[in-house]
């Protein structure tokens, strides 16, 4: 009993309600011209006119409902007053040979439909208020009469007057509770995604996907890699200090180098995410640009934390241009980072080699052996680097290989198809 009073409490009923009914005072307009013709036709009988004036008054409120603006005004309002998921209308403009134009006959449909609802529910529960007002000790004459299966009954005046009183009230909240329920359960069906719309969201979806995830790979490559090598090269700072100061300082600078490089990367990820804002300022953010032609750098800045790093190249790599080679270096970061996180202090090897139809990159370093046993050593991931690097490669349709490379050594491999510029 409880759970079915529930609706006529809520104001979310109620609001819904004046929703529709103000659909229906907004009709009025329309009403005046769909007169017209009625006024022009007065010889016809009364049951034509009428007719006459209602199909008029229908195909107005349909025409209205065809604006595009119409339909975002409904989603929007419909959203707000009846609480229904309802995601925004795309706001393209469908080519008339597509589907999507076959499907513009919703909005008018339930506009139609929200209108007819508001009007028979103004009309039910202001009759049912005006009784509830008028009944309680006969106010303005007003009497209720009732006729059931050849019974009747009539409301004078007493305890009986204040009682249908109190009926007519509940009834008008019934009113509004089945007009709402109407319109939520029309307005998903009739004003809810087309199939164009759902396409697109899902490709916007996508879209988002795949930014946050080479965001997360950008993060990922530049801000580890950076931390990583900052922290050994501040240990081995703090030990050269006092017996290699010359050697502690090129430390610190090569710390100083990394972080400013960090930043820069920060810098462009956090303007990617402001990129809405930036755009409504009329300001853009510069990409950082970093290709094998810095790899150099690179190299310098991990050989600052002690490790040996030996580079062997074959071909042009600078005739590699644009997106393959700035996703190359970020490549060779990776196993760069990979190399001096987990490896055992060995030599590290680097191999570019720049072909007429392929990029080829390796990175090879120590791992060591097990203690006592001999076998190798199980090697440590984050779980992130590895299936990022294989998610970048798969989208330059390359082909990656990482592993153990013998007893001692960890290995990554990967081929790139590529076109060289002239």
């Not at 065809?66 to 419909?78: E, G, I, N, P, W």
């Not at 795309?90 to 449909?109: D, F, K, M, N, V």
């Not at 396409?199 to 946050?212: D, G, I, N, S, T």
Request: proline fraction near 6%; charge should be positive; glycine fraction near 8%.
């Amino acid at each position: 009993m409880i759970k079915a009073l529930r609706p006529l409490l809520r104001r979310s009923t109620y609001t819904g309600a004046l929703f529709a009914y103000a659909a229906a005072l907004a009709s009025l307009p329309l009403l005046s011209f769909a007169l017209l013709p009625a006024l022009a036709w007065r010889s016809a009988p009364e049951g034509v006119l009428f007719g006459v004036v209602l199909v008029v008054w229908a195909a107005l409120i349909a025409l209205v409902g065809l604006a595009r603006t119409t339909r975002r005004v409904l989603v929007l309002a419909a959203r707000r007053l009846l609480h229904v998921v309802l995601p925004a209308p795309s706001a393209a403009r469908p080519p008339r040979t597509s589907p999507e134009a076959g499907q513009r006959w919703r909005t008018p449909l339930w506009l139609l439909l929200h209108v007819t609802v508001g009007w028979t529910g103004a009309l039910a529960s202001g009759l049912l208020l005006f009784l509830a007002v008028a009944l309680p000790g006969g106010w303005l004459g007003a009497e209720l009469a009732l006729s059931l299966f050849g019974r009747s009954a009539r409301v004078t005046g007493g305890w009986q007057s204040w009682t249908a009183a109190l009926g007519c009230l509940l009834l008008a909240a019934v009113v509004c509770v089945l007009v709402t329920r109407a319109l939520r359960w029309s307005a998903p069906r009739l004003l809810g995604p087309s199939t164009a719309e759902r396409l697109a969201l899902a490709a916007e979806r996508e879209r988002r996907l795949a930014e946050r995830n080479r965001l997360a790979h950008e993060l990922h490559d530049s801000i580890g890699h950076t931390l990583t090598t900052t922290t050994i090269q501040a240990a081995v700072a703090g030990e050269l200090m006092s017996t290699d100061p010359v050697a502690a300082r090129a430390a610190l600078r090569s710390i100083e180098e990394s972080a400013r490089a960090a930043l820069e990367d920060l810098d462009y990820v956090l303007g990617v995410l402001r990129e809405r804002e930036a755009e409504k300022a009329g300001t853009g953010t510069a990409a950082p640009i970093r290709t094998l032609a810095d790899l150099p750098e690179l190299l310098e800045r991990v050989r600052h934390t002690g490790a040996v790093v030996e580079w062997e190249r074959s071909g042009d790599p600078a005739r590699v241009r644009g997106t393959l080679s700035r996703a190359a270096y970020r490549i060779v970061q990776e196993g760069l980072t990979n190399a001096v996180r987990h490896g055992s202090g060995g030599p590290i090897t680097v191999r570019v080699a720049a072909g007429p139809d392929a990029l080829e990159l390796a990175v090879v370093n120590e791992t060591g052996a097990a203690p006592r046993t001999g076998r190798p050593r199980a090697f440590p991931t984050s779980g992130h680097g590895l299936p990022g690097l294989a998610e970048r490669v798969r989208l330059l349709h390359g082909e990656i290989d990482a592993g153990p490379d013998g007893p001692r050594h960890w290995r990554l491999a990967v081929r790139l198809p590529v076109r060289l510029s002239a």
